[in-house]
C-alpha cells in the first residue's frame, strides 16, 4: 500500500512542472460607445515592449461558443503602448456574452502572451452600450 502511495504521489508531482495554457486577465471598458481592449498595467510594466498580434471574439450560442469577428493577420506588429486600445474589428455589437481572446508577443523572450475577458453587453434604449462582467 505504501508503495502505491508513493508512486501516486511521484506521479502527481510529476504533472505539476508541464506548462498549461495560462490567460491573462484582459481589460475591457467603453470609450465613447465603443468596446476598448486592453492590457493590464502591471503585465505592460513586468513585460515591456509588448507586441500586439491580434485578436479574436466569440458569442455564446444557444449550445456553444461561435465565431463573431477577428482581426486579420498582422505582418508588422505594433508595439503596445500603456493604456492602449487594441486594434479590433468595427463591430455592430449585438446583447449577449462574448469572450474574447488576445496575444501579444514578448521579443525578449520569444513568446507569446495570451489574454481573455467574458462579458456581456447590454444594449440601452438609446443605443449605448452597457457592459456587464
Same mark, same amino acid.
Given at each position: 500500500m505504501k508503495k502505491f502511495l508513493c508512486l501516486t504521489f511521484? @506521479? %502527481?508531482l510529476s504533472g505539476c512542472h508541464l506548462e498549461r495554457p495560462y490567460y491573462y486577465e484582459l481589460n475591457? @471598458?467603453?470609450v465613447k460607445n465603443k468596446l476598448c %481592449? @486592453?492590457?493590464p498595467p502591471d503585465i505592460e510594466k513586468k513585460y515591456n515592449n509588448l507586441e500586439y498580434k491580434?485578436?479574436?471574439?466569440?458569442?455564446?450560442?444557444?449550445?456553444?461558443?461561435?465565431f463573431f469577428s477577428a482581426t486579420p493577420e498582422q505582418?508588422?506588429?505594433s508595439t503596445i503602448k500603456p493604456n492602449q486600445c487594441l486594434d479590433a474589428p468595427d463591430i455592430k455589437w449585438k446583447p449577449g456574452?462574448? @469572450?474574447v481572446l488576445a496575444e !501579444? %508577443?514578448?521579443?525578449? !523572450?520569444s513568446d507569446s502572451l495570451r489574454f481573455r475577458k467574458e462579458f456581456q453587453i447590454d444594449l440601452q434604449e438609446d443605443g449605448e452600450i452597457a457592459l456587464k462582467r
Open positions: 511521484v @506521479s %502527481f475591457v @471598458s467603453t %481592449f @486592453s492590457i491580434g485578436i479574436a471574439i466569440y458569442r455564446k450560442g444557444i449550445k456553444d461558443w461561435e505582418k508588422l506588429l456574452v462574448y @469572450s !501579444a %508577443f514578448n521579443p525578449q !523572450a
